[in-house]
């Protein structure tokens, strides 16, 4: 009963701080992708031709689909949203690998990195359309919307956390239950379906992010994906 | 009854019935991507890339319920 995805996994503490589990695996994947990144561009980056290729390949990837949302301000923010896709895409696809658990499947990394766009979805929005520019849009069409607003803008950022955290841990329980119940091949088709639903989650927690940045710097694309999560 | 079956009870009922909603939009808006898709295959991408959003909003009513069910049987405020 206390083994749930909600309670935290504490493997030691550092001072007072307690460290969890998905806090040490959250390093090693920050350390893979630094890892990765100078393998691929640093100065030995000559070597690796086919390494660099396929980085190169996964960043126009990522700058192709925040153009598509973002057109011209995309390079701008390509270094942070692509770093949190490529966070999350290792992230969620750590579950395959025997031994290691996928953080997210935690509610307090989804969390922090829902926060994290939070945050700089209202910076920039201040920054590029100015204080009085930015408050305006929470009066729009009416005061009397302004708590409607607010309150939207909270549960879009809960709504993401809440999402990715969600379909990973759940993702995970239906494989612990399944290992449970029926023993070696039964598993294997629905880790390949978590690979799927990493993928997916990875690519939808970023494109929402883009798309709630699209709409506070003002640059939603016509026709583009409905910008108030619920 | 006790507290601890009302709650296994309820997180069944939570993510039972939570489902179907959710399970019934899904269907709809795929149904009409592909319907949109198979008239207009050249839009397939831009179609694509908004169709995941939209589902992801769907579901997100679906996720809602399991965490309702998790927090009933992982963390329950209610029971000691």
Redesign the interface.
Known sequence: ??E????PDILFHLGPVPIARQVVTTWGVGLFLLLLGMLAFGPAGARYPRLRAAVELLVEFERA?LR?VLQEDADRYLPFLGSLFLFLLCSNLLGIIPGLAPPTAHPETPAALALLVFLLVHIEGLRVRGILGHLQEYLRPNILLLPIHIVSELSRTF?LA??L???I??HELVIGVLLSIAGLLVPVPFLLLSILIGL?QA??FT??AT?FLAAAIGRAAE????EE?? | MNLEIVSVFGAAFAVGLGSIGPALGEGRALAAAMDAIARQPEAAG?LT??L???L??I??MA??C??IA??L???NPYVG
């Open positions: 009963m206390n749930g995805p909600l309670s689909q598509a709504a809440v999402r955290f969600g379909n841990a759940s997916v690519y939808i494109i929402l798309v026709g583009e994906a409905p999560g619920t | 831009t890339r908004t995941f959003v939209g992801a909003m579901e997100t996720i809602y399991l965490v998790l927090l049987l992982y963390a």
